[in-house]
């Protein structure tokens, strides 16, 4: 999807292993989300933030942490990954809410 | 606690014919509800999105048809076509905030030819 893109597109971890998704959107917008995506739950929000310097908790945040040090960007990191981390991950942004432009997605597995 | 519920999980619709997804919510403060459309892999892209101040916003063959008493909205594609083969997501947002969007569990639409 055009100006949200993410990186890696793929990952496989071993349980306990860090690593941070990274989300970069070209839009100048505001407002960044991290969603996942398990099957048959839709989307959930783990985190989000209305601007640089800003974050905050979503419906499932609990081992995940953000930071936005830039507009432009929004990280997304596990510090001590689990199994019940295995998802695809979504980036997404707008310059209000509520979020309009999606990332293609990190499918991350954990083993 | 899921606050929006999205019906049938599953749909197979001849081409040409009318494919219907329902959901409905819960919280009332809700003031904006959105339909993606999502390919495999890929992320959701927006596709049609109404305010409960309407009760029909038609863009194209993709219709929302929306009862605000009833907590009810639907996604209607008239003259369904192969491409429309895809997972449909419904969601409400609202209530001030920047908390995002709830979504659906999604409805994965076959259209045979």
């Known amino acids: 999807n055009a100006g949200v893109t993410q990186t890696p597109k793929f990952r496989v971890l071993k349980t306990g292993q860090s690593m941070t998704l990274l989300c970069a959107q070209d839009m100048n917008h505001e407002y960044m989300y991290w969603y996942r995506q398990d099957p048959g739950m839709g989307l959930r929000l783990i985190h989000y933030?209305?601007?640089?310097?800003?974050?905050a908790k979503g419906e499932v945040p609990d081992g995940y942490n953000v930071s936005r040090l830039k507009k432009q960007n929004f990280l997304l990191g596990l510090e001590s990954a689990a199994p019940s981390q295995t998802s695809v991950y979504f980036c997404a942004s707008s310059q209000a809410r509520p979020p309009q432009h999606f990332g293609d997605g990190t499918r991350l597995s954990i083993l | 606690q899921q606050q929006v519920k999205q019906s049938p999980q599953s749909l197979i619709v001849q081409k040409g014919g009318i494919s219907i997804i329902n959901c409905a919510y819960e919280?009332?403060?809700?003031?904006?509800f959105p339909w993606y459309q999502q390919f495999p892999g890929k992320g959701p892209a927006l596709l049609i999105a109404i305010r409960p101040d309407v009760s029909e916003k038609k863009e194209g063959r993709f219709t929302i048809s929306f009862n605000k008493s009833a907590k009810q909205f639907s996604l209607h594609i008239m003259d369904s076509q192969p491409g429309d083969s895809a997972t449909y997501f419904c969601a409400a947002s609202g209530g001030g905030g920047a908390d995002g969007l709830t979504f659906g569990k999604g409805t994965h639409l076959i259209i045979q030819p």
């Open positions: 933030s209305v601007g640089e310097g800003t974050t």
């Open positions: 919280n009332t403060a809700f003031d904006y």
